[in-house]
């Protein structure tokens, strides 16, 4: 190898993998099966996709590695596409991606999730309105309150992406 081909080889090595800091579910088993009760209570009605759809958002938002990797996996086994799920971070700019319903939940999973900006505003929540009855938008607000938390204890926890089996949770 020349000094210029061994100049331009790559190291293809990944980094390596952390250890979570704390195996939480372990410890508070009564406060993760009480998570896994809330959640499903809170997904009820709320249709599939959209729900991973939101979750994935709001999992991009919290910078949660874990939920990330677990709801791009069950997006794409519950028959979601590549090039929808690449545009969410920038739906804002890809709104021809979505239903005018899916804007609007993402609008308001932004404005829950992001509350640091200030209150969710009226705007948003009456668009949701528009999109959902008061019971699915009630369904719909749960869920973002509930992978909210699981985002929370994902980061506080440094759960280690990339082992999740798509349903595995389900």
């Known amino acids: 190898m020349t000094t210029t081909e061994n100049d331009t080889a790559k190291d293809t090595s990944y980094a390596s993998e952390d250890t979570?800091?704390?195996?939480?579910?372990?410890?508070?088993?009564?406060?993760?099966?009480?998570?896994?009760?809330?959640?499903?209570?809170?997904?009820?009605?709320?249709?599939?996709?959209?729900?991973?759809?939101?979750?994935i958002r709001t999992s991009q938002l919290n910078h949660c590695a874990f939920c990330l990797d677990m709801h791009t996996k069950d997006a794409f086994a519950a028959g979601e596409s590549v090039e929808r799920i690449v545009q969410l971070s920038a739906w804002e700019e890809s709104r021809h991606f979505y239903t005018?319903?899916?804007?609007?939940?993402?609008?308001?999973?932004?404005a829950v999730t992001v509350l640091t900006d200030g209150f969710v505003p009226d705007e948003v929540f009456e668009t949701a309105a528009r999109h959902f009855d008061e019971a699915?938008?009630?369904?719909?607000?749960?869920?973002?309150?509930?992978?909210?938390?699981?985002?929370?204890?994902?980061?506080?926890?440094?759960?280690?992406?990339?082992?999740?089996?798509?349903?595995?949770?389900?």
């Open 100 to 110: 005018e319903k899916e804007l609007a939940a993402l609008a308001l999973t932004e």
């Open 136 to 170: 699915e938008l009630s369904q719909l607000l749960a869920s973002i309150t509930v992978i909210n938390a699981w985002n929370r204890f994902g980061v506080s926890c440094r759960l280690v992406p990339g082992h999740y089996t798509a349903g595995q949770h389900a």
């Open 20 to 55: 979570p800091r704390l195996q939480w579910a372990k410890f508070a088993p009564e406060v993760y099966k009480a998570m896994v009760r809330l959640d499903a209570a809170a997904r009820r009605g709320v249709d599939p996709v959209l729900l991973e759809l939101v979750k």
